[in-house]
């Protein structure tokens, strides 16, 4: 049988046994975020001069973290729930040539991460963070997050979300971040295109990806798929304003701006003069 | 004291926290993410000062949490990194700490104690040393150190940084507000006198990278750097030697936490060090930690020269791993234990479990929020002893 071409990028055996399948259940959109992410590295590996070692893949903690708990051939880091931006920004400290790649959960990344989000996006940080929006904690059970619409019904929201949901690409733009992009699992060269310019741009890249739970939603997971046209609109065409109960999709900004590893480094390169 | 290098050879005149960070820089220090917290901020200043004019960079961080964070991706990605706090902000790092002992993480936090709880006040304190070892979720040990001097906070900084790369797991200094913010007299010995321990990575073992377990091979496993090509996933979940966290099971659980526990509480004779003075012959002894020793031993010698008191001094230069067995091995059987400390009686109670059967009876003096004097513990002595 042919082995998918990325399957060269994972960990399929090990001394404690069998990493694959994935832990993912059927029909999560991790597992097509996790492909998506390996063919923008395989290009980058093939177009750039960048070796496999330069890459390192930062998680925090849900379904989308797992990604990075040792189904991986690359360096990586399945860390604390919220904090992988901290831990990416360390690392950068250390060694700024690193591509680091992050993978994370609206759960992740705007609540229990929220305040690590927007600094590190204003720091202009140089990594490339996916964020895989499914619009609940799916690890936990199925919970409000705070990308839940209003309205929604959930295990902890059982009459009814009254909360307004968060828009993570407006905030990162906001906070100051380089590079930011919303797709949704059913866009696969639009989400790889935008990886690859993300890992390529030096600061922040925020890309938010759409992402069905078809468990906790209790929908099957093709129609799910197939509404992720239907619920979205090009931001062009949502230019003029709002779309109503359309969500935009496309790169909201893509800017040039130094990154902080720069800033810092021409201070260390004025003092050592 | 020149900017752009490392302390040269010689004495000099410092304050407390500027010495641990001379000292940090010392043991190969190069990364440092904090947060301002009185009485601790004067040691993120002066990391900033100086780290990047030695190849090295500072953070300032959104919180503590964030800053703790740091020191464990820099720390995979091959610097040595360290942060400073104080007592709240040291409540914060507590989950970084929990999931540094669990990924075998090096890294160095310095803990300035404040009296609490709650915001408590800015002066000095000693109220965090259970927190240091019970603090974190989990059957964690950890090596926290206590200095009780300008000269300690230079050479411990260095020492904290040689344990966490020796025995690759997060080491804490438990200074306190009199320590950091004390003036006096730093000697900077010959560079070659004074040890400097690297991490060991899985080249220096010839390991492979097929070959590399990032758990296995040792006690204290090789831990490979980020971008080194060893595919190294750093997780906190139980795993197996290879990091792989499926087929879960309890032998499993205890094999993973079992060993990272005996790394630390089976070798305490090579981690822990105490200091003692007097015992030769003493009825009485005196135990005591950090800057309460400064009074200790002058409260001491005051009563064996003033009142022909045999009492001897003990000085735990390590709180945790608990030195039980060093104690035991140097202290015969004495009447009474005088434990003076700035908090209600802590360390008391492992000196208690250690020595219950070693003397007829333990006495805390606690003192909150300030300094004992030596005559407040003197004059707790002649009251027991007269």
């Known amino acids: ?246 969500i935009p999709v496309g790169e909201f900004c893509d800017i040039k701006k130094p990154d902080w590893i720069e800033r810092y480094q021409n201070i260390m390169d004025q003092l050592s003069e | 004291m020149s900017n752009n290098e490392i302390l040269k050879p010689g004495v000099y005149y410092l304050q407390g926290a500027q010495a641990c960070f001379e000292g940090a820089i010392m043991a190969g220090c190069r990364v440092y993410a904090g947060y301002p917290i009185t009485p601790a901020t004067e040691i993120m200043e002066h990391a900033a000062h100086r780290l990047p004019r030695l190849g090295g960079r500072f953070i300032q961080m959104e919180d503590e949490i964030s800053s703790a964070s740091v020191l464990v991706g820099a720390s995979w990605a091959g610097a040595k990194a360290m942060t400073a706090t104080s007592s709240p902000g040291f409540s914060l790092m507590q989950e970084v700490i929990s999931f540094a002992i669990m990924t075998e993480t090096p890294l160095v936090i310095v803990d300035v104690q404040r009296p609490g709880p709650g915001q408590g006040y800015i002066t000095t304190g000693q109220e965090d040393v259970m927190q240091a070892r019970w603090g974190h979720h989990g059957e964690g040990s950890i090596i926290a150190l206590s200095p009780a001097s300008v000269q300690d906070m230079f050479e411990f900084t260095i020492e904290a940084f040689n344990l966490a790369e020796r025995w690759r797991t997060p080491v804490l ?72 966290v499926t087929r879960y099971s309890p032998t499993v659980h205890v094999e993973n936490v079992a060993r990272i526990h005996r790394k630390i509480e089976g070798n305490v004779d090579a981690i822990a060090r105490i200091e003692t003075r007097e015992l030769e012959g003493c009825r009485h002894v005196l135990i005591c930690y950090g800057s309460v020793s400064r009074t200790g031993i002058e409260a001491v010698l005051e009563a064996r020269a003033e009142r022909g008191i045999p009492i001897g001094f003990i000085r735990l230069h390590t709180l945790w791993p608990f030195p039980e067995k060093q104690l035991r091995d140097l202290l015969p059987d004495v009447d009474v234990i005088f434990v003076p400390e700035m908090n209600l009686g802590m360390m008391a109670h492992p000196i208690m479990e250690a020595l219950r059967d070693r003397c007829r009876r333990m006495v805390s003096i606690p003192s909150l929020g300030s300094l004992h004097s030596p005559e407040m513990i003197l004059a707790r002595i002649y009251e027991e002893l007269q």
């Open chain 2, 173 to 244: 200094v438990m200074a306190e507000e009199t320590v950091a913010h004390m003036r006096e007299r730093l000697i900077v010995p010959p560079l070659d006198t004074i040890p400097i321990v690297n991490r060991t990575k899985p080249q220096d073992m010839g390991i492979a990278s097929e070959h590399y377990l990032p758990y296995g091979h040792a006690q204290v496993p090789p831990m490979a750097t980020w971008g080194e090509g060893y595919n190294i996933n750093h997780v906190s979940l139980v795993h197996h030697e290879d990091g792989n």
């Open chain 1, 1 to 246: 049988m042919k082995k998918h071409p990325m399957l060269k990028y994972l960990k399929e055996e090990g001394p404690a046994g069998p990493r694959l399948p994935l832990i993912m259940c059927p029909g999560c959109g991790a597992g097509q975020v996790l492909n998506y992410a390996l063919h923008a590295v395989d290009t980058l590996l093939q177009e750039d001069a960048l070796r496999k070692e330069d890459f390192v893949f930062i998680s925090g903690v849900g379904c989308s973290s797992r990604l990075a708990s040792h189904y991986l051939n690359f360096d990586s880091g399945w860390t604390l729930h919220g904090r992988a931006l901290s831990v990416a920004t360390g690392a950068l400290l250390a060694n700024p040539r690193l591509r680091i790649v992050v993978l994370t959960g609206d759960g992740d990344a705007a609540a229990i991460g929220g305040n690590h989000f927007i600094h590190t996006c204003r720091r202009n940080m140089d990594m490339t963070i996916l964020c895989m929006n499914n619009g609940l904690y799916g690890m936990t059970g199925g919970q409000v997050a705070p990308t839940t619409p209003i309205g929604k019904t959930t295990t902890t929201t059982p009459y009814g979300n009254v909360e307004d949901e968060f828009d993570l690409c407006r905030l990162a733009q906001t906070a100051g971040a380089t590079y930011v992009a919303r797709w949704t699992t059913a866009h696969p060269h639009q989400v790889i295109k935008s990886i690859i310019k993300g890992v390529r741009k030096k600061g922040t890249a925020f890309i938010e990806i759409l992402s069905q739970c078809p468990v906790h939603l209790k929908t099957s997971p093709v129609e799910m798929f197939r509404n992720m046209k239907k619920i979205t609109v090009p931001l062009k065409k949502s230019a003029a304003g709002p779309v109503e109960g359309k």
